[in-house]
């Protein structure tokens, strides 16, 4: 049973004033709000607020669960006007939630510095400044390409809705066992032959990157949107975690429900109707 919940918020004013009914929702209920060996990580806000509060406190290994004042709202499982439910939905023995897997991305420096860090949408490397990217892409330690390009994004299966699927890659459903590598603007001519669209690969494969002349680049890696590291990256190193994160929902949730709610009807709720006349209906619900 869940008592000990850590609240966590942006400073959007819709937030803070949900933050405040929600802690003083919780605490007329007699649930401990609290930084100290939460139970739950409750965060409001919208995905970014989620992202943050994960690539903060993923290291709790607590479950998650978010209010959702944003405007797009993939990952949080509840809306404001249902935070009323929070005492009884936490009081549950049992609850529905998403399992994560992050990815574990290595990054080593020019000076030879390896930085570890955890990634739950996406790891990208480009240059600071406008200059294409050339590196040796190795899967499984085998050579697979010569990247030429303006960069790459590795992405696990949730982490696809995000920057990879802007970028002309596939939205992967977030159960399967697997990530993705997209390339951001190869430069395919007679002499280059880089990646040129995405690639799915198995969740146990390894993805070892080597930039060519890396001393001499300016080749930077931001893991979910952060900078690895301020010095320049020489290689790269990419396999699934066996960290996972926990996001409670309010009830099972559908990824083809949220795909199509969140992605592709971005809240119009233009839809096709179900039945032999299905006809595209507009609904002001």
């Known amino acids: 049973m869940i008592k000990r919940v850590f609240v966590f918020h942006n400073k959007v004013k819709k937030s803070i004033t949900v933050k405040n009914q929600v802690m003083n929702i919780l605490r007329k209920h007699n649930f401990i709000i609290t930084k100290n060996n939460p139970d739950l990580i409750l965060v409001v806000g919208g995905d970014g607020t989620m992202l943050s509060a994960i690539r903060s406190h993923e290291e709790l290994n607590v479950p998650f669960l978010g209010v959702n004042t944003g405007s797009l709202g993939f990952l949080p499982g509840l809306l404001p006007n249902e935070i009323d439910k929070l005492p009884e939905l936490l009081s549950q023995d049992e609850h529905f939630y998403d399992e994560f897997p ?129 010095e320049y990256i020489e290689e790269l190193e990419i396999t699934t975690s066996q960290k996972k994160v926990r996001i409670i929902r309010g009830k099972k949730m559908s990824y083809y429900d949220l795909y199509r709610n969140k992605i592709i009807d971005k809240h119009i709720f233009r839809f096709l109707q179900e039945g032999e006349d299905a006809e595209l209906s507009q609904s002001n619900s």
């Open 102 to 230: 992050l990815l574990e991305v290595i990054s080593t420096t020019i000076s030879g510095k390896k930085i570890a860090n955890y990634v739950f949408n996406e790891a990208v490397i480009k240059h600071y400044h406008p200059k294409m990217l050339e590196a040796h892409i190795y899967i499984d330690d085998k050579p697979f390409n010569y990247f030429t390009g303006d960069g790459l994004i590795f992405s696990t299966p949730i982490g696809t809705t995000g920057y990879a699927i802007w970028a002309g890659g596939a939205a992967l459903h977030w159960n399967l066992p697997c990530y993705q590598i997209t390339p951001l603007q190869p430069n395919d001519n007679r002499i280059n032959r880089p990646l040129k669209n995405s690639i799915v690969i198995p969740a146990d494969a390894k993805i070892r990157l080597k930039v060519v002349k890396a001393k001499y680049r300016s080749a930077s890696v931001a893991c979910d949107g952060l900078m690895a590291s301020r």
